[in-house]
């Protein structure tokens, strides 16, 4: 058996004489003599504290790429729309507000205001539809027509979208009423157009429209992907559009309550109750909540192991205590009081678990870069989480050896050195 310290003293020591480096020493010294029980021990603890760390980290650049997703997307643009009132016949609803015909142009003079274009959806007369053949067949099954929307020429640039073929209508369609229309690719495919240097043309409610572009790529707005779009010009001398319903706004990164804040004061500064604008949420609460989101089953899972982790700990060292119960009567027989001896095993289950919650913060933030690299993300987390997992390692250790360093400290000197 080892001496102890204290044996190997010229007498008895007195409390005062056992300082804190005897007691780190005498803890320690029994650590690595048993590698495999080590191995196995923190290996609890290890599991526990990575996937804590893990699970902080990976939900910290989860919420990072999505925020920078919802800022290249969602963050960029705010729509203004009339408020609507119940009219109390059969529950319609009728718009109280009104977009000017120049909406696009009064907005593009604030400050974060990149784009902006106006879309109305037209509704077509009773038993009009919209057609590749200037003749309806009766005898053709009757298939669902395209939608008819009517924006300004601004349209692709506000909403970022992009063509598949063609071109756009531009100021001088609009202006002069052009009958030209564009189409989104379902509704190409539906019409049976899939190619414009023809000059093919639909037929919106018996008016012949020259097909001349395909859009693609309208991601905000993907009900134009099923959608005919005509100048607004047209819409009004056609169909009698008589208001748009929307007014699209892309904007700079971070400039949405105050462009909705100004965008109605813009439109109708005397009545500016009367418009409504979406402003995009914050990117920061968005962020919030995916990694509140993400936390929570994961989360749980590290406590879960944790646990494990503690108790592997409290087995071990109330193991240790059972194996080394002469050494500690002879502990007891040369002087050490039941509080140095308690504090022995207590101060060697906290290196373990510090061990463990070392070794578990490493390995919870090599997970997150590697998940961050193979996902092409790039990865986030707080040194505060990595040194919060080392010193929630030495917690468990502490709690996992309260219990022994307890049964260690009670044993009596003649008791233990009679069975040993």
Do not use: C, K
């Not at 290890?46 to 910290?60: D, E, M, P, R, Y």
């Not at 009423?177 to 989104?184: F, I």
């Not at 020259?210 to 859009?215: E, S, Y």
């Amino acid at each position: 058996m080892r001496l102890p310290r204290l044996a190997r003293s010229r007498g008895a020591l007195s409390p005062d004489r056992f300082t804190f480096q005897d007691l780190v020493a005498e803890a320690t010294a029994d650590i690595g003599t048993r590698p495999g029980r080590l191995i196995m021990t923190i290996l609890g603890t290890v599991f526990g504290i990575g996937s804590l760390v893990a699970t902080l980290g990976l939900a910290q650049t989860a919420a990072g790429q999505i925020e920078r997703q919802f800022d290249a997307v969602a963050s960029t643009q705010v729509v203004v729309t009339p408020v609507t009132a119940e009219t109390g016949a059969q529950n319609a609803s009728v718009a109280a507000g009104r977009l000017p015909w120049d909406s696009a142009p009064r907005v593009q003079r604030l400050a974060g205001v990149e784009d902006a274009a106006l879309l109305g959806e037209v509704r077509l007369p009773d038993g009009a539809v919209i057609t590749s053949v200037p003749v309806n067949d009766p005898s053709a099954p009757v298939a669902a027509s395209p939608h008819l929307f009517a924006a300004s020429g601004s349209l692709l640039a506000a909403d970022e979208g992009t063509l598949a073929m063609g071109r756009l209508f531009d100021a001088g369609h609009d202006t002069r009423g052009d009958r030209v229309a564009v189409l989104g690719p379902r509704a190409a495919e539906r019409l049976g157009i899939n190619r414009i240097d023809a000059q093919p043309s639909i037929f919106v409610g018996g008016v012949a429209y020259a097909v001349i572009g395909i859009v693609d790529g309208m991601e905000r707005r993907s009900d134009l992907q099923d959608a005919v779009i005509i100048p607004m010009g047209a819409a009004r001398s056609d169909f009698g559009l008589g208001a748009p319903t929307e007014l699209a706004i892309r904007i700079a990164v971070g400039a949405g309550p105050q462009v909705a804040e100004q965008a109605v004061l813009a439109l109708q500064p005397d009545e500016p109750d009367t418009l409504r604008a979406s402003a995009p949420a914050a990117a920061s609460d968005l962020s919030l909540s995916v990694q509140a989101d993400v936390n929570v089953v994961f989360l749980l899972l590290g406590v879960i192991a944790l646990l494990a982790g503690g108790l592997g700990i409290a087995n071990v060292t109330l193991l240790s205590v059972m194996e080394r119960v002469g050494e500690i009567g002879l502990r007891r027989a040369l002087g050490a009081t039941q509080r140095q001896v308690g504090r022995q095993f207590m101060v060697e289950s906290i290196v373990i678990g510090l061990i463990g919650g070392l070794i578990g913060a490493a390995v919870g933030v090599i997970t997150v870069v590697l998940v961050a690299v193979v996902q092409g993300w790039t990865p986030v987390t707080s040194p505060w989480v990595a040194l919060a997992g080392t010193v929630l390692g030495a917690g468990v250790g502490w709690a996992s050896g309260w219990y022994p360093a307890w049964r260690a400290g009670r044993i009596e000197p003649v008791a233990a050195l009679r069975g040993s």
